[in-house]
């Protein structure tokens, strides 16, 4: 029998209970599935890093922790993590990310709040560019940004993609590095932002990185609020050097009600919904890799402590 302790808040049990089991049960793994162990008697713990468990030095037989979130700057450091991290890769994740991704690019290329807003009366004959024509640039070439380079290279797009290790990509114009960054940049009219929180990304799209941006440029930020400089984004809104941004994810959450995200008129809203880990899918991940580790396999999506992610 194989003990997982299930380490994540009260709903996420009610949400996941069922789906692992018949995940566990689909591999013809024998476990033992409970949100309380002994911490001497767990073999995995499936962890939410806003979990009640923080010291992971009693867990001395698990052999890995296994995240429920694509995130973990937040159990990264923790200096009792001694055992292995798997980062959380799920296809109903990436599948969410990529709509939101090609949803909201969509929208900003085609003009859309102009016609959505604009029932008034007026015929406003504004035709937009096709797609060839509107370069996209995705920071982040992990398993979510690819993913959305790929769809949007397929809708048209001539899409850039930057990241901190070089990679290749068909399709795709892959840079690196920091002359690759403002390579990257000078060619955004669309900017998507999909890094993790790192030291290194923290505040990356600051007022300068944001000059190399074209005038009139849009931003897309479901990854990490971290990520951008408010004050500098908010300061190019204001000159129109960026027409609009559309953010996901804030340095605190939920939003406050007087932050001025909330009430600028070229700033979209939206609370953090740009993607979710699926039970169903999360579960056959999860599954997966305790069924690798039990088996002698590697096991998947391991994290990079000294990178962070």
Known sequence: MINVLFAALP?????????????????????????EFAPQDVDYIVYAPNSPVQDFTPYTRCKAVLNLWAGVENVVGNKTLTQPLARMVDPGMTQGMVEYVAGHVMRHHLGMDLHIA????????????????RRVTVLGLGELGLACAKTLSGLGFPVTGWSRRQKTAD????????????QALTVADILVLLLPKTPATE??????????????????????GQLIDDDALLDSLNSEHIAHATLDV??????????????HPQVTVTPHIASETRARTASQVIADNIHRGETGAPLLHLVDRSAGY
């Open 11 to 35: 709903e996420r049990w009610e949400q996941y209970r069922e789906t692992l089991q018949a995940a566990f049960t689909e591999l013809d793994l024998s476990v033992d599935l409970r949100t």
């Open 118 to 133: 604009g029932q008034d009366g007026q015929w406003r004959d504004h035709v937009p560019p096709l797609a060839q024509d």
């Open 171 to 182: 399709g795709i114009t892959c840079l690196a590095g920091d002359d690759g960054l403002r």
């Open 203 to 224: 505040n990356l799209l600051d007022a300068n990185r944001i000059s190399w941006m074209p005038k009139g440029a849009f931003v897309v930020n479901p990854g990490r």
């Open 250 to 263: 804030f340095r605190v959450e939920p939003l406050p009600v007087d932050h001025p995200f909330w009430a």
